[in-house]
Structures are given as structure tokens and as C-alpha cells.
């Protein structure tokens, strides 16, 4: 259930891979993919005519963080995008040392891995909640850092690339919702993403169907489905049918005693 240990990077893709920008200007913005994920064109670098790219490091380097662990940047003019995907619309631009907190993923897409972050740093640049690419060990974007949290609502986080059954979370009420995000693994021309949550020895619970074309599918259930669902109550399990790199968080939407 967890993804393997990161490997080895290379220095010269990051420029190529237009997730680091050294000044603040956001690339144009053109046709929304879904309700909030907006593309634009990926930013590129020049390169000479007799440089050899260099290869892309695999998802074995991609750095791993669960969902509700607080990290930070790692290097400066970090975009912060829209959505999973190197076509999303930036929202901002971070320096070396932004506090953030993951709240989904990490999602492989154009052969990054990204994750859905949650602005926790008091200073400049302001924003609630956006998109970044990990990068690749050993010079990662993203690393790990300790700062104390008011209130952290994630509860449980997961990240795959297929099938599997994870847990147990504890529900202990209505009071949670679940975010989830699908992406086409690199390469596909689309995918289906299934998702039971079952209550310990009971019958699994239907929560998501999706099938994906080659755009990044977001979604939620909030607490009404839970209040629909009373079984849904001590040690529940996450049940995942998949061909998609997909992530998966449970979020309480108060603190308990709220």
C-alpha cells in the first residue's frame, strides 16, 4: 500500500519541466478542463541545438508525502498551479521555504508527481489552496518541515497507481468529507476510477465512479453522504478498483467536540 522509496534526479530538468520560474509573471490562461482546472501552455526553455535532454526521472523518485504532513519549498519560483498538470493555470509563485501543508496526492501526470497543498505561511504570496510538482530526489521541491498546525482536518490520506484496500480510518460521525482526484497514467488515452468505503466485516458502501478521458478528474463527497450512509461509523476501509494514478483523502470538517 505504500509507494516505493525515492531515487536518483537529474539537475537539468528543472527549467524544462516548467514547474520553477525565476520571475513572477504566470503563464497566459486559455480554456477551463474542468470546474476549477484551467489550462494554459506549459513554459519552456530554450535549449542548445546540441545539448541531449536528459531523461526524466521515473515514479520511483518522486518524493513521498502523506496527505496532512506539513513540508515546505525547496527551491525558489515554485508554481503553484490549478490543477495536476503542467497545462494548469498558475495561481502564484513561492520562494524557498513556503510552509505548506499536503492535502492530496501525490498524482503522476506529464511525468511529474504533484500534490495538492494548502498555503501556511503568513508571508507573501497569499493563497488557499493550489497544485505543485514534487520534484525528484535527491533535490527535491518539496521537504519535509515541522511548524504546529490550529487545526489539521486530514485524517487519512492514499495514493496509487491501481487497485488496492487500505485503512482503517476512523469515522466517528457525519462530520467528514472526501476529497479524491484521478489522473490518466502517462501515456493513456483514458481511465476509470472506482471507490467503496466498507465498515469493517459490513457491505461496502458505493462512494465514487468515474471514467476519465485524458483530462485530470477532482471530486468530493461531504458530509450529507456520510449522514445518508450511519454504517459508515468506527473503522471503515477504502476499497479502490483503478487504472489511474488517483489520491484520496478523508477530512474531518470540524474538530471532534466542535
Request: charged residues 0%; contains cysteine.
Given at each position: 500500500m505504500r509507494r516505493p522509496a525515492?531515487?536518483?534526479?537529474?539537475?537539468?530538468?528543472?527549467?524544462?519541466?516548467?514547474?520553477?520560474?525565476?520571475?513572477p509573471s504566470p503563464s497566459p490562461s486559455s480554456s477551463a478542463?474542468?470546474?476549477?482546472?484551467?489550462?494554459?501552455?506549459?513554459s519552456t526553455s530554450a535549449s542548445p541545438a546540441s545539448a541531449t535532454p536528459a531523461p526524466t526521472p521515473g515514479a520511483d523518485a518522486i518524493p513521498t508525502f502523506t496527505a496532512g504532513t506539513t513540508v515546505k519549498t525547496n527551491a525558489s519560483g515554485l508554481r503553484v498551479r490549478k490543477g495536476p498538470g503542467l497545462t494548469q493555470g498558475v495561481l502564484t509563485l513561492l520562494p524557498t521555504g513556503s510552509k505548506l501543508v499536503v492535502e492530496l496526492g501525490p498524482v503522476r501526470n506529464d511525468s511529474w508527481g504533484w500534490y495538492l497543498v494548502r498555503d501556511a505561511d503568513a508571508a507573501e504570496p497569499t493563497f488557499e489552496e493550489g497544485w505543485v510538482a514534487a520534484g525528484f530526489m535527491p533535490t527535491p521541491y518539496l521537504t519535509p518541515a515541522t511548524f504546529e498546525l490550529p487545526f489539521n482536518p486530514i485524517v487519512a490520506g492514499f495514493a496509487h497507481e491501481g487497485n488496492g484496500e487500505f485503512g482503517p480510518v476512523p469515522i466517528q460521525d457525519a462530520n467528514y468529507a472526501v476529497r479524491w482526484?484521478?489522473?490518466?497514467?502517462?501515456?493513456?488515452?483514458?481511465c476509470a476510477?472506482?471507490?467503496d468505503l466498507v465498515p469493517g466485516s459490513g457491505t461496502a458502501v458505493p462512494a465514487i465512479r468515474a471514467t476519465l478521458g485524458t483530462a485530470p478528474a477532482p471530486g468530493s463527497l461531504y458530509?450529507?453522504?456520510f449522514t445518508a450512509h450511519p454504517e459508515l461509523v468506527g473503522d471503515i476501509f477504502l476499497r479502490v478498483t483503478s487504472d489511474c494514478s488517483w489520491a484520496l483523502s478523508i477530512v474531518r470538517s470540524e474538530p471532534v467536540g466542535g
Open positions: 525515492p531515487i536518483a534526479l537529474a539537475l537539468s530538468t528543472l527549467l524544462l519541466g516548467g514547474c520553477l520560474f525565476g520571475s478542463v474542468a470546474s476549477q482546472l484551467v489550462s494554459v501552455q506549459p482526484v484521478a489522473v490518466v497514467l502517462p501515456g493513456g488515452g483514458g476510477f472506482s471507490a458530509g450529507d453522504f
